[in-house]
């Protein structure tokens, strides 16, 4: 091709995309999950992903560590009783398959707060030092009024229940349940 023909060429291809309009940009990649670092910082949003996963896969109820369950992204496997769905959703190093950390050990990694400034991702705990197979957890969700009478939790609550997401009042729980942050979330 002569040199006027490559020039032509070119300004052809240039007045071509001229006339098309503007090139539209590149479709935004789908936003990737943070990785997770087992142990480590968490937000509250990832918390609740991963525990909306195990509510979504219904994961039945089982004491025993051998019937650990996968995690979101398949990381880690947690014992799917109530401390074990706590453990899973904060991301908390497991030692050994499936044992996560139970109901009077959490305190060990979380803090005591006010029922006011309760966030997504928190935990509500019933301690029973009396007899530790009465305490219970549960995650908070949200407040379901603006009055913050009542909240969504998500639990694993036993055989009977299974994964579940209810409301409950703070009058009917406050006495038995105490308020705790994982504190490592953000």
């Known amino acids: 091709m002569t040199t006027r023909g490559r020039r032509w060429l070119g300004l052809s291809v240039v007045a071509a995309l001229a006339l098309a309009g503007p090139v539209p940009a590149p479709a935004p990649a789908a936003a990737a999950l943070p990785a997770t670092v087992y142990g480590g910082r968490i937000?509250?949003?990832?918390?609740?992903?991963?525990?909306?996963?195990?509510l979504r896969r219904d994961i039945a109820y089982?004491?025993?560590?051998?019937?650990?369950?996968?995690?979101?992204?398949?990381?880690?496997?947690?014992?799917?009783?109530c401390s074990g769905f706590v453990s899973m959703a904060w991301a908390l190093e497991t030692r050994g398959v499936g044992r996560a950390?139970?109901?009077w050990e959490l305190p060990r990694v979380s803090t005591r707060i006010g029922w006011s400034r309760l966030r997504p991702g928190d935990i509500l705990l019933r301690l029973v030092p009396e007899n530790r197979?009465?305490?219970?957890?549960?995650?908070?969700?949200?407040?379901?009024?603006?009055?913050?009478?009542?909240?969504?939790?998500?639990?694993?609550?036993?055989?009977?229940?299974?994964?579940?997401r209810k409301t409950v009042t703070v009058a009917g729980?406050?006495?038995?349940?105490?308020?705790y942050r994982y504190r490592r979330i953000y």
Do not use: C, K
């Not at 937000?43 to 195990?54: D, F």
């Not at 908070?140 to 579940?164: L, P």
């Open 43 to 54: 937000s509250s949003a990832t918390v609740m992903r991963r525990a909306a996963n195990w």
């Open 173 to 179: 729980v406050r006495n038995a349940f105490h308020p």
């Open 133 to 164: 197979a009465r305490g219970h957890v549960v995650i908070f969700q949200a407040w379901v009024d603006r009055t913050r009478t009542r909240a969504w939790i998500i639990e694993q609550s036993g055989r009977e229940f299974g994964m579940r």
């Open 101 to 103: 950390l139970v109901t």
């Open 62 to 81: 089982s004491q025993d560590n051998r019937r650990a369950r996968w995690d979101l992204g398949h990381g880690r496997r947690y014992r799917p009783d």
